[in-house]
């Protein structure tokens, strides 16, 4: 019995030391300064000719500005930058009051390189670039990103930095929520703006709110985090009480809408009203291509889960308007997939392709569905999609770099989308259980989840 109590005080006196680091990481304070910090790219207007920047600082911060000038060579060019005021918003977040910055540069050239800073005039970040879109259809890339939610500076950072590596001439991310764990934890906010640094600077992101985004304060419906309108700076055109949660923007003839599908869940005359914006919205589109995000999926991924309101609400729509992508998180697994009859041709969709994505470490079981042509468990992952005229071009990847999917959608004469799935070809898919299932799970749990593997498998051949 000694001899067991003294192994036991051995294991504990070498163990907690181990553990401290990373105790200390994840409560690791993030305060603000005079400088600049969590910079971040979005747009208030026409992406052609004007891009907005959002930044934080403390609250000693007076006459904060943003310098902009069209790049050059030359470090001459910093003589010639226009000094532009930024509008301030302070914030009290955890007792202690921050400002956040944004500012909008104006009246620029389409496809034109721009170097900028932000400051007060004295404290100064580095100088960025970035280029403004092109008035007209063109082609171009960007990256869209499931959950990051968990371990979000260890594990989430491999990611969004693999990503870039792979395209670093992306101009959008697109985050489909859970961006963080817990909604008003700075800490948490503060590692994923240092996962991403100075990327969020260069390429403009897009994100919708999950329902990690969201909080139930003392006195009121729950609502989105006290950091989400500061902390980003997103088009304010969606519906009245989801300015800056549901929006769209144009970019080179792709309508991208981004829609609040918690704040949808949680209140259903916010799914009636979101639905009724959605619906003018899409009406009204001139551009060849529609693009939707949102967290909640319109078919789950995981098992025990299902958005029936959700679905109801939105399909008829997107099948209504000929909506072609739709890019959805919450499940913390993978697939891509179309909602037709199993035996019919895939070749020509009668409604959107539908991807759920994850690109944190939390995993969940996957459900192995009927609608999915290409799904991974237990896997992070990132995607690159290519419009270029009547053909959009789709990749995912693993944060180790290979691809693991692929599919393009051809657009024909009068609007129909081919699909041609080119995944076949690639490895064979990921659907081991994570470790924590396989743990966990009891012999009939684990016969049950090889059940539903041998019947996805035997659909797959026969589709």
Do not use: C
């Amino acid at each position: 019995m000694r001899t067991g109590l003294f192994r036991d005080i051995i294991y504990w006196f070498l163990l907690v030391p181990a553990l401290l680091p990373a105790y200390a990481q994840e409560h690791k304070s993030y305060p603000p300064s005079v400088y600049p910090d969590r910079l971040v790219l979005g747009y208030q207007g026409n992406p052609a000719t004007s891009q907005s920047v959002n930044w934080r600082t403390d609250s000693t911060v007076t006459g904060a500005v943003g310098a902009v000038a069209e790049a050059d060579p030359s470090p001459d060019f910093v003589k010639k930058a226009a000094t532009v005021p930024a509008q301030t918003q302070r914030v009290v977040l955890d007792g202690r009051t921050v400002l956040y910055h944004t500012v909008q540069f104006s009246n620029l050239k389409p496809n034109t390189q721009y170097a900028y800073r932000v400051g007060d005039g004295t404290h100064w970040t580095e100088w960025f670039h970035f280029t403004t879109a092109q008035d007209s259809p063109a082609p171009f890339s960007f990256i869209y990103f499931g959950d990051a939610q968990n371990d979000i500076r260890s594990l989430w950072s491999r990611a969004i930095r693999g990503a870039y590596s792979n395209l670093p001439k992306a101009k959008l991310m697109i985050h489909a929520g859970d961006l963080i764990n817990t909604s008003n934890t700075d800490w948490q906010w503060a590692e994923w703006f240092e996962a991403g640094g100075w990327i969020n600077g260069m390429i403009p992101t897009l994100a919708a709110p999950g329902n990690h985004e969201y909080f139930k304060p003392e006195n009121g419906p729950r609502r989105v985090s006290m950091h989400w309108r500061p902390s980003f700076v997103l088009p304010e055109n969606g519906p009245e009480r989801l300015k800056e949660t549901a929006y769209y923007l144009d970019y080179q003839g792709v309508r991208f809408v981004a829609l609040d599908s918690q704040g949808a869940l949680l209140d259903s005359t916010l799914l009636k009203t979101q639905a009724d914006w959605l619906d003018r919205t899409l009406a009204d589109n001139p551009n060849r291509w529609t693009v939707v995000v949102h967290h909640h999926p319109i078919y789950s991924t995981a098992k025990g889960r299902d958005n029936k309101e959700w679905r109801a609400a939105m399909e008829p729509l997107y099948k209504k308007h000929k909506v072609d992508l739709v890019l959805q998180g919450h499940d913390h697994t993978y697939a891509r997939g179309l909602n037709m009859p199993l035996g019919k041709s895939r070749k020509y969709p009668d409604g959107p392709v539908y991807v759920v994505s994850v690109s944190g470490p939390k995993m969940y079981d996957l459900g192995l569905q009927d609608w999915m042509d290409r799904a991974a468990s237990n896997t992070q992952l990132y995607q690159i999609i290519s419009i270029d005229g009547n053909r959009l071009s789709y990749q995912s990847f693993t944060v180790t770099g290979e691809r693991y999917d692929a599919f393009e959608l051809t657009k024909d004469g009068r609007g129909r989308n081919v699909l041609a799935d080119t995944s076949p070809a690639l490895a064979p898919e990921r659907l081991d259980l994570p470790a924590e299932y396989r743990n966990r799970y009891k012999e009939a749990d684990l016969e049950e989840y090889n059940r539903r593997f041998r019947e996805y498998k035997a659909r797959k051949q026969g589709k």
